[in-house]
């Protein structure tokens, strides 16, 4: 919680964090939830602390069902110019009468990106055959347009 007093964390924390959140979130899952990762971190950086954090919490909130086959798939890679952040989970609704999928996490997240990484940045976001998909793609300062 002390690294959120930064601005910047080295990219290998966030990757820790979320390596650790998923692995926890794993012990609540049943085997009926499939849940694969692939964080490919070629040289260290340094992101806004937190940023991915709310779309993983969101991928096991909405994308897990006890009784119906589930399925979470979360990617960091790195590539010379750009950070790019992929979820894909499957897509469970929550009734009117549960009002914990309020979108804040959503909201704040776009937020931080339009204040830290303002023209730096790409937001995507879909609803495909009851697949959500959120990607984040984080431009070098090198290469802004």
Not at 36 to 65: C, Q
Request: proline share 3%.
């Amino acid at each position: 919680m002390y690294e959120t007093n930064k601005n910047t964390v080295p990219i290998e924390g966030e990757v820790e964090f979320m390596r650790n959140y998923i692995s926890l979130m794993k012990l609540r899952c049943n085997e009926k939830t499939e849940v694969t990762t692939t964080f490919d971190i070629k040289k260290s950086v340094e992101i806004a602390p937190l940023l991915f954090i709310s779309l993983v919490e969101n991928a096991f909130k909405h994308g897990v069902s006890s009784n119906r086959p589930s399925r979470i798939d979360i990617r960091l890679l790195q590539n010379e110019d750009e950070l790019i952040f992929d979820c894909d989970n499957t897509n469970y609704p929550k009734d009117d009468a549960d009002r914990s999928g309020s979108g804040i996490g959503l909201e704040n997240t776009r937020r931080r990106l339009d204040l830290i990484y303002h023209g730096r940045y790409e937001w995507e976001q879909s609803l495909n055959d009851d697949i959500y998909h959120v990607r984040i793609t984080l431009r070098n300062e090198q290469t802004k347009e």
